[in-house]
């Protein structure tokens, strides 16, 4: 029997996952405001966390380039094809490693990976790249067929897989890091059974700009 927070979790995902995809494979003007509802929301979410500690402050800096960078991703990567495989494959590896980690933390628990979050499992954590490896998998054998596109770093995608579905376990750890000492457990409500909206995207702002540092600005050969 699936309980009442797991069926809330379940349905507002199936519901805000297309929504959001929606958005993101429209692009443009559609893209741009929901961006910045996110945007929005997420600080006002960092503020009434953040609001009387001392870390208060550098949570805005951070937010900005992080969303500066999804903006960029989307919209100034090369061509539309390009924006958008691109700003999918890394979004999709966020979204697997969170489900994944989800599914196989609660499935196989086990030994706990840190205690600043008593959820985080090394099962979960193994979980999370072991979707990520089939969703994408399975994804680019149909890449042409869906996007009519090649990415010029398809021949190194499981090692940039690895790499980005690490930064979003690190970065989902980091903002636990920051609720517990604020002694919350979660940065809102407005999503049914998932919490605020930084906690679904904890991993997503840290994925993002490192990204954005990696493939724009060239520091790793692809």
């Known amino acids: 029997m699936i309980d009442k927070e797991l069926q809330k979790r379940i349905l507002s995902s199936i519901i805000l996952i297309p929504l959001s995809f929606f958005f993101i494979i429209k692009g443009s003007i559609l893209f741009n405001f929901f961006l910045m509802i996110i945007f929005l929301v997420t600080s006002y979410e960092w503020y009434m966390m953040s609001k009387k500690k001392n870390y208060h402050y550098i949570g805005y800096p951070f937010l900005i380039f992080s969303f500066y960078a999804v903006y ?18 890394i979004l999709l590896i966020c979204i697997s ?3 994944g980690g989800f599914l196989f933390g609660k499935i196989f628990k086990g030994p706990k990976l840190t205690k600043i979050s008593p959820n985080k499992t090394y099962s979960g954590m193994i979980g999370g790249y ?25 021949p190194i995608v499981y090692f940039h897989i690895v790499l980005i579905s690490t930064i979003s376990q690190i ?23 998932h919490g605020g909206i930084l906690d679904r995207i ?5 994925a993002f700009p490192f990204a954005y540092i990696v493939y724009f600005l060239n520091i790793l050969e692809t």
């Open 97 to 99: 490693t969170d489900i």
């Open 202 to 206: 904890d991993g997503m702002i840290f």
């Open 130 to 154: 072991l979707f990520s490896f089939v969703i994408i998998f399975f994804l680019f054998e149909y890449s042409e067929f869906l996007f009519d596109a090649k990415s010029k770093w398809l």
């Open 72 to 89: 960029n991703l989307r919209n100034n990567f090369g061509d539309e094809s390009e924006n958008l495989i691109f700003f999918l494959f």
């Open 171 to 193: 970065g989902d750890i980091i903002i636990s890091y920051f609720k517990r000492l604020s002694k919350i457990k979660d940065t809102g409500k407005i999503i049914p059974g």
